[in-house]
Nanobody, 124 residues
Framework: QVQLVESGGGLVQAGGSLRLSCAAS????????MGWFRQAPGKERDFIAS????????DYAGSVKGRFTISRDNARNTVYLQMNSLKSEDTAVYYC?????????????????WGQGTQVTVSS
């Protein structure tokens, strides 16, 4: 079983940056796909980015492409989300997820393991 713990959320002004971390434990995720999702109040949980932990290939939602960067450190069993040029509409709870596959996918129901989430609030 994979346990995921997110960290790095907080309050930031519009235009600022944050880096989220997701540390995995229980087993190595080096052969997994790791994803980041976010959920704003009253809205669906939306895909943001994913990474193939083995190959390093990535996928991004259009709303964050060019502003957010997903990366991994297999030695630390950790995935990161660097968020730049933050906007008020980026305010949400951000979740890390893991999928035992090498295929990048955006559907939240395709991920098997989830973290508890970390709040990101962007003030305008």
């Amino acid at each position: 079983q994979v346990q995921l713990v997110e960290s790095g959320g907080g309050l930031v002004q519009a235009g600022g940056s944050l880096r989220l971390s997701c540390a995995a434990s229980g087993r190595t995720v080096s052969t997994y796909v790791m994803g980041w999702f976010r959920q704003a109040p009253g809205k669906e949980r939306d895909f943001i980015a994913s990474i193939n932990m083995s190959a390093g290939s990535t996928d991004y939602a259009g709303s964050v492409k060019g502003r957010f960067t997903i990366s991994r450190d297999n030695a630390r069993n950790t995935v990161y989300l660097q968020m730049n040029s933050l906007k008020s509409e980026d305010t949400a709870v951000y979740y890390c997820a893991a999928r035992p596959s090498t295929v990048l996918i955006r559907g939240r129901f395709d991920y098997d393991h989830w973290g508890q989430g970390t709040q990101v609030t962007v003030s305008s």
